[in-house]
T-cell receptor, first 110, second 115 residues
């Protein structure tokens, strides 16, 4: 079993829909990252969380440390949100390395 | 915001040659840089962790003589793929951070094709 599990692996939505991507992890962490990778390959760091909730525009990220679970929400989704979303955790007993989830491929149809 | 520049974005080389990829932090000093490799439809695989002024720490299974990493300054790390072979063709990405508690910033990646 992977130390970081994302669900779903693939997601197709209609423009305007509310989207949730989930991330569960099994290791102790000092922080969790949500990353966005576009088809060209470049990666953008969306959020770095260690507790609670963060919001940036239409994106919201939450984390529950006790349950070892995080969610990324996209409100009023748009075709330009189509990308791979990756959850990565900073494990405090792995020398500061990130452990990556497998990614969620999101496609938003107009 | 902080930016990490990776160059080149795309390179095609012949088998047996060496290729150097640069990763620069443009507006912050990066004490640590990471190098990843990504195969199609897969997540990132950490190759090595590079701390300024010291030798890189390679992940298990990554050949340090094949993938030479140098982090000579707080703003530049380089990955050199030596004696490249077609199986080295892949997407290579770097990331950098100011310190352990700072966000990670990623380069745009380098697509290497070895013919």
């Amino acid at each position: 079993k992977n130390e970081v599990e994302q669900s779903p692996q693939n997601l197709t939505a209609q423009e305007g829909e509310f989207i949730t991507i989930n991330c569960s992890y099994s290791v102790g962490i000092s922080a969790l990252h949500w990353l966005q990778q576009h088809p060209g390959g470049g990666i953008v760091s969306l959020f770095m969380l260690s507790s609670g909730k963060k919001k940036h525009g239409r994106l919201i990220a939450t984390i529950n440390i006790q349950e070892k679970h995080s969610s990324l929400h996209i409100t009023a989704s748009h075709p330009r949100d189509s990308a791979v979303y990756i959850c990565a955790v900073l494990s405090y007993n792995q020398g500061g390395k990130l452990i990556f989830g497998q990614g969620t491929e999101l496609s938003v149809k107009p | 915001g902080a930016v990490v520049s990776q160059h080149p974005s795309r390179v095609i080389c012949k088998s047996g040659t060496s290729v150097k990829i640069e990763c620069r932090s443009l507006d912050f000093q990066a004490t640590t840089m990471f190098w990843y490799r990504q195969f199609p439809k897969q997540s990132l695989m950490l190759m090595a962790t590079s701390n300024e002024g010291s030798k890189a720490t390679y992940e298990q299974g990554v050949e340090k003589d094949k993938f030479l990493i140098n982090h000579a300054s707080l703003t530049l790390s380089t990955l050199t793929v030596t004696s490249a072979h077609p199986e080295d063709s892949s997407f290579y990405i770097c990331s950098a951070r100011r310190d352990t508690y700072s966000p990670l910033h990623f380069g745009n990646g380098t697509r290497l094709t070895v013919t």
